[in-house]
């Protein structure tokens, strides 16, 4: 098993910032999940249009870390999961303020190959000619998680590990694939859209058989200094105009998914 984890991914680590605002300005800062980079950027704009004076700052990562990062006492205001674990983890110690807490998108989990890649099924992953197959770390990453559940319930699991590539993310998993690093990945759907000339779609896990349901959580934290627009932006997601966006991002609906939020996972 390879953990290369050497190569800056860009969504990591990284505050985005969305100023113009007068003096007395209140900063929400958002944690989300790496791969809500793309339509949070987008609505982060947007949350701030609507409040003069808001600044809206994101820091994206890996789930894992950013709860890891929370617990530890960083000034976060709302944390963006994408898997409940995380959730429920914060929520079991307190962390979280959960009457704020709600399911926002859902997604789906795809196998990927670069464009003139022969790759067809799940199975050929454990063949001689793929080397490499990009997985994000299942011990933090949520992609990763889901990956392992599709590949032990596809019986290929142990195979597959011994030519894993750990990222660090779902973003730095997409990019060893995009950069020849791996024959193979397996990423969010959304992710995979991201890039749509230097990836192709192989194969969709299904939902509720290879793994469990891929659940976007949201709520505000805590410890937040600014408990007034922090919940604002936490009602924001689910909004007509914050979902459209999600939409065109490639994330479906949480209509129906709010019976799976308390899952352990």
Same mark, same amino acid.
């Given at each position: ?12 680590? /990284? ?34 249009? =609507?409040? $003069? ?14 709860? =890891? =990062? ?11 999961? &994408? ?10 110690? !307190?962390? /979280?303020?959960?009457?704020? %807490? !709600?399911?926002?998108?859902?997604? %789906? ?18 063949? +001689? ?5 990009? /997985? ?8 990763? %998680? ?8 596809? +019986? ?28 193979? +990945? ?6 995979? $859209? ?31 200094? !600014? ?15 914050? =979902? &459209? ?18 899952? $352990?996972?």
């Amino acid at each position: 098993m390879r953990r290369f984890y050497a190569k800056p991914v860009a969504a990591v680590g /990284i505050l985005v910032l969305f100023t113009s605002v007068p003096v007395h300005a209140e900063t929400v800062i958002v944690s989300a999940a790496a791969s809500l980079t793309n339509a949070f950027t987008v609505l982060g704009r947007m949350f701030a249009a =609507q409040h $003069k004076g808001v600044t809206v700052r994101f820091n994206f990562g890996s789930s894992g870390a950013l709860e =890891q =990062q929370i617990e530890q006492g960083a000034p976060v205001d709302v944390f963006a999961s &994408a898997a409940v674990k995380e959730m429920n983890h914060l929520r079991t110690e !307190h962390l /979280i303020v959960n009457a704020t %807490r !709600h399911n926002f998108a859902t997604n %789906r989990l795809v196998l990927i190959a670069p464009p003139g890649s022969p790759l067809k099924t799940w199975h050929q992953l454990t063949t +001689g000619w793929v080397r490499h197959v990009a /997985i994000s770390d299942p011990a933090s990453v949520p992609s990763g %998680r889901y990956a392992r559940e599709t590949l032990l319930h596809k +019986g290929i699991w142990t195979a597959v590990l011994k030519k894993a590539v750990l990222g660090e993310n779902v973003r730095q998993t997409l990019q060893y694939v995009v950069d020849g690093d791996a024959q193979a +990945g397996i990423v969010f759907a959304t992710d995979a $859209k991201i890039v749509p000339h230097k990836v192709k779609v192989v194969r969709v896990a299904v939902p509720g058989t290879d793994h469990h349901p891929i659940v976007y959580p949201v709520a505000v934290v805590a410890a937040t200094h !600014h408990p007034l627009f922090a919940g604002l932006f936490v009602k924001f997601l689910n909004s007509p105009p914050a =979902q &459209a966006v999600l939409k065109r991002y490639g994330f479906l609906s949480a209509i129906g998914a709010t019976s799976v939020k308390n899952r $352990k996972r």
